[in-house]
């Protein structure tokens, strides 16, 4: 199996910088693009401030956040994408932009690189369609913060070759990551199909007043042995993305176990409008 010894990361907010921190701790040569001004920097010199509490706390040696830093190379265009043997695609989850991006790096890599994408519910089909290497591609999907959560689940497209899927599943080893294999392209893959119905019960007991954020959340922690409740960690991915990841997959089932409830679409609605409220469910509005 082919060791990957340049990646290309396209998008440089919290995942993609995230994965190039990844995959430059382990060695990996990354090449960082985003398309906003200013993105990339920002990205790496958060990277640097997390390595040097690391050095500070005697996590790490200096060497190591030197060498770390070394291995991400600033990209100001997807052009110089050219020489990378893999890409991972970090970009907002928004599919025509994601389908943009593909298209451009279509006609940029290598023929044989594999294009791979960190969507966590998506189609790898429907986006695989828009090149003409529908073997080649490949979903990647790390989870938050992905420096430190072990797993990478691996999506299989309707034509993703199975080399292709072992390349993946070795990229993923090479950053010291486990990793599941999703064998049919279904809309939230596996954890997401199970974690968005978690979310959404938990966020309609809140709002049929059974109980409080605080117990909810104590409640699953205790009764279940998770180590953080379900609002705390809607809060912690993101009260905009967990909207629009319940909204695509009920969109494809039509199953009202998806159905996003009145509470998190008033407080991401008041995050649009800049009230407090979009804190997060510690902040509910009363």
């Known amino acids: 199996m082919k060791t990957i010894k340049a ?4 998008g440089a907010g919290t995942m993609g910088s995230g994965i190039a921190q990844l995959a430059a701790q382990n060695n990996i040569q990354v090449l960082l693009y985003d398309n906003q001004p200013g993105a990339v920097q920002s990205a790496v010199a958060k990277i640097q401030e997390r390595l040097t509490r690391a050095v500070d706390r005697g996590q790490m040696p200096r060497g190591a956040l030197e060498q770390t830093l070394n291995n991400i190379i600033e990209k100001s265009s997807l052009e110089s994408f050219k020489d990378a043997e893999a890409v991972i695609e970090a970009v907002v989850e928004v599919m025509d932009i994601k389908k943009a991006v593909f298209r451009q790096l279509s006609e940029i890599v290598a023929p044989s690189a594999i294009l791979a994408t960190n969507t966590s519910s998506f189609s790898i089909t429907e986006l695989a369609g828009v090149t003409p290497r529908p073997k080649l591609v490949v979903g990647m999907h790390f989870f938050n913060p992905a420096p430190i959560m072990k797993l990478v689940e691996i999506v299989r497209g309707e034509d993703t070759a199975d080399e292709t899927v072992e390349s993946a599943q070795h990229l993923a080893s090479q950053m010291n990551k486990e990793t599941v294999v999703v064998q049919k392209d279904t809309p939230g893959f596996i954890v997401n199909r199970i974690l968005m119905p978690l979310f959404i019960e938990a ?6 007043g059974v109980a409080s954020p605080e117990d909810i959340d104590k409640a699953v922690k205790l009764g279940l042995n998770h180590p953080m409740g379900p609002l705390t960690l809607a809060d912690f991915t993101g009260l905009d993305v967990d909207l629009e990841v319940m909204d695509y997959l009920y969109d494809e ?8 409830p009145q509470v998190l679409r008033r407080l991401v609605r008041a995050g649009h409008l800049g009230k407090k409220a979009h804190r997060g469910f510690y902040h509910y509005p009363s």
């Open 7 to 10: 990646l290309g990361v396209v």
């Open 203 to 208: 966020m309609r007991i809140l709002e049929e």
């Open 253 to 260: 089932f039509r199953d009202d176990r998806f159905a996003a």
